[in-house]
């Protein structure tokens, strides 16, 4: 199993700034993703974050809005930028371990973003 | 990315069996059955996982129809703790970097005392 931190956990930010938001795991996985959580809706995958090169997006998110850096096997952050209202949401930070041939999820307890 | 449908919403009394239902009819062969489940204000956490035969664990049981194409998620005895979003998806069984948790909709459970 693997233990998720995210940090912040909740945030209210003014419209037009940006947030980066960390996920820190207990134990070096070979896979992180970002996935957001609309009011009400399910989740929606933002990016692949790939340790050492750029991250992998979903379509409908880029780059610019949403920069993702993972430094290393623990660690990543996802930034998001330029905040309008619609941008709040509920982010969440997913692992996976295939090393071990396991393609069980773990997730954090998510950032609760509201854009004022 | 196969499709699963999953009834929105189900209702259960506390201490009585739950059978969550799902279809999927364009699996493909090499498709797992994963199901996840997210209490309120958490993220989701993973239940159990089938190919072709049932599978059972400390949380709940997977019933998988022969031709695959539907699948059952069966609690044995509610409690309010299991009242969550559960989401049935479909993964490749291979662990390659397209190989990613797509969610549906889910079916929102809910206990009655």
């Known amino acids: 199993s693997a233990v998720i931190s995210q940090k912040p956990s909740r945030d209210i930010c003014q419209r037009g700034t940006s947030l980066t938001i960390q996920c820190q795991v207990d134990s070096q996985v070979t896979m992180m993703f970002w996935y957001r959580q609309q009011p009400g809706q399910s989740l929606t995958l933002i990016a692949t974050?790939?340790?050492?090169?750029?991250?992998?997006?979903e379509s409908g998110f880029v780059i610019d809005k949403f920069p993702i850096s993972r430094p290393n096997l623990t660690f990543s952050t996802l930034t998001v930028s330029n905040m309008s209202p619609e941008d709040s949401s509920i982010y969440l930070c997913?692992?996976?371990?295939?090393?071990?041939?396991?393609?069980?999820?773990?997730f954090g307890q998510g950032t609760r973003l509201t854009v004022v | 990315d196969a499709k699963t449908t999953q009834p929105n919403s189900m209702e259960s009394n506390e201490e009585e069996p739950v059978h969550l239902p799902c279809n999927h009819s364009t699996i493909s062969g090499t498709d797992y059955i994963h199901w996840y489940r997210q209490l309120p204000s958490q993220g989701p956490e993973y239940v159990i996982h089938g190919l072709t035969s049932n599978v059972n664990n400390r949380m709940a049981s997977l019933a998988i129809a022969e031709d695959r194409k539907s699948s059952t998620l069966i609690l044995h005895r509610a409690t309010l703790r299991d009242a969550a979003v559960y989401y049935c998806i479909l993964r490749a069984s291979w662990g390659g970097a397209t190989n990613k948790l797509i969610f549906g909709t889910g079916t929102l459970l809910a206990v009655q005392p």
């Open positions: 974050a790939n340790q050492g090169s750029e991250a992998t997006y």
């Open positions: 997913s692992v996976e371990d295939r090393a071990g041939g396991s393609t069980e999820a773990f």
